[in-house]
């Protein structure tokens, strides 16, 4: 597997279907001409082999056919989301001496299709199509071949001022296709329903291009939100998908909220999957009995590709409940690691060279003898398996004493009203640290409540000094939790008193209305009772599920776990919390 066979697939795919979406399909023959086009550009733009090109875009067919046809050509391509502010995006193409921006709209006070002489390259914009800024003809891509040549360039963390990019080669990344292609028996009659971000490993790698690496369908669906869920999930019977895959955090809402237990019934439908996260044992076991199928877990990371560990029925795989074994690679814990315990560390083909230009954080990233660390602690089973028990620099030293915060959530997600949770440690002047928990449920549930139960499954010094009920964890764009800005939160709950429920005599209307203006963090003044996602900014489903909450909270009502789905517009809160009232 290479970028010739790749491009060969591309080539014999003909008028077979390669992206399925929403509101069309693109073939393979179809593909390969934007692919063509691309490379005009990159000719027009002056951009060499080896060369970066940042794209940001919204667009699943530029962010595909963008980032393909850079890889197939030997330019480097970085992909951003479309949603990336101008400062982000130019300290990226800064750092990358990006030779050309493709973008949905340009950084403020850029040219558009216009060689820069000052820097060297080449900006557009769509316009009128999606691919508006591309020439309409263009050439085949040049084919490297070398192992050693980077893939592409991921920047998933650092700071604006200082940004920080994963670096995969083209031998990573065909290592991991090759490993994930088998395991998961994808081949021509495969069809992926696979709608995570474009921008991360998961979305691109797991998505279009191992589908073009088998020459069969991937199937977007235009984003998972919670009012649009049954649509979502029944396209995956509509678009016949044979393998499924998605976060943890868009796992748990369609186990609570899913009205249906027959979307995956379908005979081609074989394998759910879970990527991005640890998959919690409990969500796993639900999983697979109302659904009737194996689910697999894999772990990895932006610097694995996408994966390393995998967990399943397979024969080569994990047992149910860890992160799985390694395959075509090898995992350690930290033989310097006293006890069981330690950190989880790799070695392997698809393992990545180091950070663009930071040849510190690399150093420190590796050990002596070449093992990625991956700054999870671990513990390895007698059968081979791995679990991962925290992230090393979570783990909660309170007065001396080592507390593991996946430990707490374990216990937590057993509460049968605890539908996410996350700990982590608060800074105490006492005990130097002491760790506070943050639960999102399904139904009321007061801290009273939760700390009896959390004593039942918990030594006394592990029970969490505050337990806070929030409306969303606060999440990346790949599901994982945002601990620095969960820390803040926290630590603002818990020296804060829960809002009032509003009054009986108060217009719900204008409540619910000036609710939404809160969560939504928008002017009520510029919202209405039709409003829905799509409409209001920042009204996504990690958003729905916050004023749910919130509406539950200052109305005093439990919204049922069925009617959640339905409500799309604030005129289907206000209906659902006043049935509660009745």
Not at 349 to 361: K, L, M, S, T, V
């Amino acid at each position: 597997m290479n970028t010739a066979s790749l491009w060969a697939n591309a080539l014999a795919g003909g008028k077979a279907e390669f992206i399925a979406l929403p509101d069309g399909r693109i073939d393979f023959a179809g593909f390969a001409q934007m692919v063509r086009r691309w490379c005009g550009w990159f000719d027009a733009a002056g951009i060499a082999e080896g060369e970066r090109v940042l794209i940001r875009t919204g667009s699943d067919v530029v962010a595909a056919s963008g980032f393909i046809a850079a890889l197939l050509d030997g330019v480097v391509p970085v992909l951003m989301t479309g949603d990336t502010p101008d400062l982000r995006a130019l300290a990226v193409a800064e750092v990358v001496a990006a030779k050309g921006f493709a973008a949905d709209h340009l950084p403020a006070g850029q040219p558009g299709i216009e060689i820069r002489p000052e820097a060297g390259g080449g900006w557009f914009s769509r316009k009128l199509d999606p691919l508006g800024g591309l020439p309409e003809t263009g050439r085949d891509p040049r084919l490297p071949l070398d192992p050693d040549g980077l893939a592409y360039v991921l920047f998933t963390s650092g700071t604006t001022s200082s940004p920080s990019g994963v670096q995969i080669t083209r031998g990573n990344l065909f290592a991991n296709l090759a490993t994930l292609s088998r395991l998961f028996g994808y081949g021509a009659q495969s069809r992926i329903f696979n709608d995570m971000i474009l921008a991360h490993a998961d979305g691109m790698i797991q998505g279009p291009v191992i589908a073009l690496a088998n020459r069969c369908a991937v199937i977007r669906s235009g984003g998972f939100t919670i009012a649009g869920m049954e649509k979502w999930l029944g396209r995956v019977r509509l678009a016949r998908a044979s393998h499924v895959i998605t976060v943890p955090t868009i796992w748990a809402m369609i186990d609570a909220y899913a009205a249906h237990d027959d979307y995956f019934d379908a005979r081609e439908c074989t394998h759910l999957m879970s990527v991005a996260a640890k998959l919690p044992e409990a969500l796993w076991t639900r999983l697979e009995s109302r659904f009737g199928r194996p689910v697999f877990n894999q772990y990895g990371l932006t610097e694995t590709v996408a994966s390393a560990l995998y967990a399943g029925p397979q024969a080569e795989m994990g047992a149910f409940g860890t992160v799985g074994k390694p395959v075509d690679c090898e995992a350690r814990i930290d033989p310097l690691a006293s006890g069981s315990e330690g950190e989880l560390q790799l070695k392997g083909a698809h393992i990545f060279p180091g950070y663009w230009q930071d040849a510190e954080r690399t150093r420190a990233s590796f050990t002596d003898d070449g093992w990625l660390k991956t700054g999870d602690l671990a513990r390895l089973r007698d059968d081979g398996s791995f679990e991962v028990l925290a992230r090393i620099k979570s783990v909660i030293m309170m007065g001396g004493f080592l507390i593991r915060p996946d430990e707490i959530d374990e216990a937590m997600l057993r509460h049968p009203k605890v539908r996410e949770s996350v700990t982590v440690g608060i800074e105490d002047a006492m005990f130097d640290e002491v760790p506070v928990t943050a639960v999102v449920c399904h139904e009321p549930a007061s801290e009273e409540e939760l700390t009896a139960h959390a004593r039942a499954y918990l030594e006394g010094q592990k029970v969490p000094k505050r337990i806070v009920v929030l409306d969303a964890i606060p999440r990346g764009d790949s599901g994982k939790a945002r601990l620095a800005e969960l820390r803040d939160l926290l630590a603002a709950a818990t020296g804060q008193h829960a809002p009032q429920p509003a009054a009986p005599g108060d217009d719900l209307d204008s409540a619910v209305l000036a609710l939404a203006g809160e969560v939504f963090r928008v002017d009520p003044a510029t919202i209405a009772l039709d409003s829905r996602p799509g409409q209001v900014p920042g009204w996504d489903s990690f958003s729905q599920l916050n004023f749910l909450m919130a509406a539950e909270e200052r109305f005093a009502v439990a919204i049922p776990a069925s009617r959640v789905a339905q409500i799309v517009t604030i005129a289907d809160m206000v209906e659902a919390i006043r049935q509660q009232q009745r």
